[in-house]
C-alpha cells in the first residue's frame, strides 16, 4: 500500500541554520509528492509539489527533489527564520485516484533567535 | 481571502452528544473532505465527497456520518461523541485534478 514517512521531531535550529526535513515514501505508480506547512493554529497550506520523478519543487526558500530511485521527497532550505517555525508534512497522491491523498505524521520544527 | 472555512475554532462537547462540524468553500471545488490529526498519527481521512450527496468512506470513518446537501457545504457527524473523538478537524477541498487540497484552519473539538 501507500505510505509517507518523515523524521520524527522536534527539530530546534538557530537561526540562519540548514534545514533538512527527511521524507521517503512507498507507492504504486507515480505519485505526485507535496510539503505543506502548518502554522501554529492554522490549517495546512501548501508549501511545494512535484509531480514526477526528478522535479524539483520549491517556495518561500524552501526546495525538495523528487527521487524515484531512493523514492524520497527531502525538504531542505538553506538559512531558516524564526518564521518557518512550524509542523511541517510530507504527503503523496496516489497516481490513479486524484482524490487519495497519505499524509506523513508531521515534523516539528522550532527555529530559535 | 479565506476559500474554506470551518464554523467553529474551538468546541467543548459532552459524551453521548450530537456534534456537527460544518465546512463551506468558496472555490466551487468538487471534492471536500474531513481529516482528523492527533500528535504522531498525523492526518487520517474521516470521510470524502466527490459531488453533491456522494460520499465515500475513508480510513477511519467509523462513529462518523457527513453530509453534502450544497456543493459548498460539507458537514461532519459524531452521531454519539466519546472522548475518543477529542482531536483536530480539518476540512480540505480541491477540484477532481487539483495539485493539492486547500484547506481549512481546523476545529479544536473536545468531548468531556
Not at chain 2, 465527497?49 to 475513508?58: A, C, F, L, T
Request: with cysteine.
Amino acid at each position: 500500500g501507500n505510505s509517507v514517512t518523515q523524521m520524527e521531531g522536534p527539530v530546534t535550529l538557530s537561526e540562519e541554520a540548514f534545514l533538512t526535513i527527511n521524507c521517503t515514501y512507498t507507492a504504486t505508480g507515480y505519485p505526485s509528492l507535496f510539503w505543506y506547512v502548518q502554522y501554529p493554529g492554522e490549517g495546512l497550506q501548501l508549501l511545494l509539489k512535484a509531480t514526477k520523478a526528478d522535479d524539483k519543487g520549491s517556495n518561500k526558500g524552501f526546495e525538495a527533489t523528487y527521487r524515484k530511485e531512493t523514492t524520497s521527497f527531502h525538504l531542505e532550505k538553506g538559512s531558516v527564520q524564526v518564521s518557518d517555525s512550524a509542523v511541517y508534512f510530507c504527503a503523496l497522491r496516489e497516481a490513479l485516484n486524484f482524490n487519495k491523498f497519505y499524509f506523513g505524521s508531521g515534523t516539528k520544527l522550532n527555529v530559535k533567535p | 481571502d479565506v476559500k474554506v472555512t470551518q464554523s467553529s475554532r474551538y468546541l467543548v462537547k459532552r459524551t453521548g452528544e450530537k456534534v456537527f462540524l460544518e465546512c463551506v468553500q468558496d472555490m466551487d471545488h468538487e471534492n471536500m473532505f474531513w481529516y482528523r490529526q492527533d500528535p504522531g498519527l498525523g492526518l487520517r481521512l474521516i470521510y470524502f465527497s466527490y459531488d453533491v450527496k456522494m460520499k465515500e468512506k475513508g480510513d477511519i470513518p467509523e462513529g462518523y456520518s457527513v453530509s453534502r446537501e450544497k456543493k459548498e457545504r460539507f458537514s461532519l457527524i459524531l452521531e454519539s461523541a466519546s472522548t475518543n473523538q477529542t482531536s483536530m478537524y480539518l476540512c480540505a477541498s480541491s477540484t477532481p485534478r487539483a495539485e493539492g487540497y486547500t484547506f481549512g484552519s481546523g476545529t479544536r473539538l473536545t468531548v468531556v
